[in-house]
């Protein structure tokens, strides 16, 4: 479903993507983790464009992001994203944070995309607070509400970015929750995180980032039990203290 | 002090009704320039943030361009030097088929200097807005247009309230600046009493209370917009990014 | 004691040109604070030309200052303080009554015309210059007189008499249609003309003389039209002064009834080639009241 071929990507001088190359299938839950700076968040932006990169290419769906004939906007409307701070519009709802994108994007109906909302609210727990703003929500609710944004929009893949990071630790798990569910009914997911519990319970892979590198690509039990890397030895051990 | 106080000269004729239009003219200035301006203001704000290199730089000229250039100075430019520039039909016309033609260039002017303050005020408002809710939007596949539509200046104008009401306020002392070239608003209005009865204390006390009485309008009229936007959605602080 | 005061100053000028020093003590008012410091305060414009203006070398010169420095002159002998100083302020027109009520300058010298209504705030000497309101236009333009205004743009300085009587002027039925601008200022007013946005620029005829004479188009314009209205220019003093307003009378009509002022006419005139008009001759005939 998602092929990643070779991409190198650089801020000026600096390269922070390098020769990074994945292929990820359909209900595969992959896990990107790695130290901070290695380059998991980029990497993972550059898969629906917000970031770009300069050389490689990322194919989403069959359709190559890079490419002149290939319509960013479309193709961005079928992966979801969420992000470690949340990121929804401050000044509305949760109800509308949820159905602005397919209103105004795939041209659904009010009625329609209200009703899916309210399903996609209850299915991550939060049916009583549809009309309230981002503002008078917990750190896990807003993340709850995003995941259910995104959701909205029928992705064919979720990529996370560092989802529980910015939350409190009685938060997250309310929020894994939710993610477990969703990597249970079978959705394609990518997901950059440390939360190792997590990639035990569902994940398929895990890509282990170090320098802007594909440093290794394994099947999650083998990752966890026989790391190849020392650089992911050192990783896991300091993880696994905490 | 040997001055002699006529308080009643201001509701003598013809100098009440003098007064009367000056108010009226500076009221009708302002509010036309402000009908320009922020929509223009807007338009420049979003050019200078948004993706398009040519629209930064044709954004970062206009303000610098406008806001630079004293206020007095642009009025004897749009009055005097701007139809001798013009090819020479459209010049006779700025000049002698225009109607009201100091009002009507003094509006452009007033217009377009105000659009440069506001273009600034709204910039500064979506650039704290932030690049996440705007790489939330984008990443839901909503277009760079839909993306400021919906979500970056609705942001955008609930954090500059405080801001733009002063600038609302500014458009009605800065219309004064329009006496230069002959549009009788309430100072020239004022100075035209001071001229014909030497009443000057009591005819600047008028105009300074018209002006009191105007900032006062505004700030009820802020005010009421402001609660009608919290009724609507966070604000201020609420909205303040993370 | 006003009265008094009166009486002593009437009597001092009685003795004309020999009169012995006045007991400073009797003085009042305006006389009174112009002995005790020494100094007359003159508010002089910046660029009201030919009667009130800043030279090359930055002297404040013109018809109306030399008109003052004769009044100075009298005063010098009435506060019997010779060695008083003349100070002047170049003062805008809208803080010149400022000015004039917090005592910072005494007398006014420049183009200020009487009024009635502005006498409800200050006083007047007797005139010193009669003026006429008339045309500035292009020579080329084909107006020769008011009526070939008619449908035309007409510009006027703002806040001047000129400006009332142009207004009410097109009011009258055979002027519909006929529009008027205001200028904050002359040099606005020229340049519109200059640049066609207008047809004639009215204000007060010797204005509009001097105001020709300094245009880079001097020879494309005219000075055209009847005089269609006249104002006198005064000096500006305090109200409620009259032993002041007496000196300052007093040496007007001495200056007039001398003779002297028509040295002084021509030598402000002369150079812009105007001929003293009929009412400002009668103005000095009159003004010249006997002793």
Known sequence: MIMIEAVDKWYGQLQVLSECSASIDQGEVVVVCGPSGSGKSTLIKCINGLEEFQKGQITVDREPIKSASTNIYKLRSKVGMV???????????????????PMKVLKRSREECVQRARKLLQQVGLSAHGEKYPSQLSGGQQQRVAIARSLAMDPIVMLFDE???ALDPEMINEVLDVMVDLAKSGMTMVVVTHEMGFAQRVGSRVIFMDAGKIVEDRKCPDFFSNPNSDRAKAFLSKIVKH | MNYHWHWSILVEQPYLSWLAHGLAVTLTLSGLAWLIALPLGTLIAVLRTGPWKIGRVIGACYVRVFRNVPLIVQMFLWFFVFPEVVPKTFGFFLKRQLPFPEFTMGLLCLSFYSASRLAETIRSGLETAGSGPKNAALASGLSYVKTYRFVLLP???????????????????????ALAIGVLEITAESHQIESFTFQGFEAFTAATVLYALISLMCLILAGLFKRYLSNAGGLGAEVAIK | MRIIGLLIVV????????????????LTGTLKKIKDTGTVTLGTRESSKPFSYLDQDNQTVGFSVD?????????KIVTASPGLKIKYLTTAPSARIPLLANGTIDMECSTTSMSLSRMRQVGFSSPFFVVGARILTKTDSGVKDWEDLKGKV????????????????????????????TFPDHAAGV???????????????????SLRDDARSKNQLAVVGRPLTFETYAIVIRRDDPDFKLVVDTALAELYRSGEIHDIYKKWFGPLDVPMSEANSYVYKIGGIVQ
């Open chain 1, 83 to 101: 992000f470690q701070n949340f990121e929804l519009y401050p000044h509305l709802t949760s109800i509308e944070n949820i159905t602005l994108a």
């Open chain 1, 163 to 165: 989802p529980t990071s």
């Open chain 2, 155 to 177: 942001m955008a104008f609930r954090l500059v309230i405080p801001p733009l009401t002063s600038e609302f306020l500014a458009i009605f002392k800065n219309s004064s600046v």
């Open chain 3, 11 to 26: 009597t001092c000028f009685s003795a004309g040109q020999f009169a012995r020093p006045c007991l400073a003590e009797d």
């Open chain 3, 67 to 75: 008109v003052c420095r004769k009044v100075v002159d009298k005063i």
């Open chain 3, 154 to 181: 007409i510009g006027v300085p703002q806040g001047t008499n000129g400006e009332k009587t142009v207004k009410s002027l097109v009011e009258t039925p055979p002027f519909k249609g006929t529009e008027v601008i």
């Open chain 3, 191 to 209: 340049l519109a003309l200059e640049t066609d946005r207008i047809d004639g620029y009215v204000t007060d005829d010797v204005v509009l003389l």
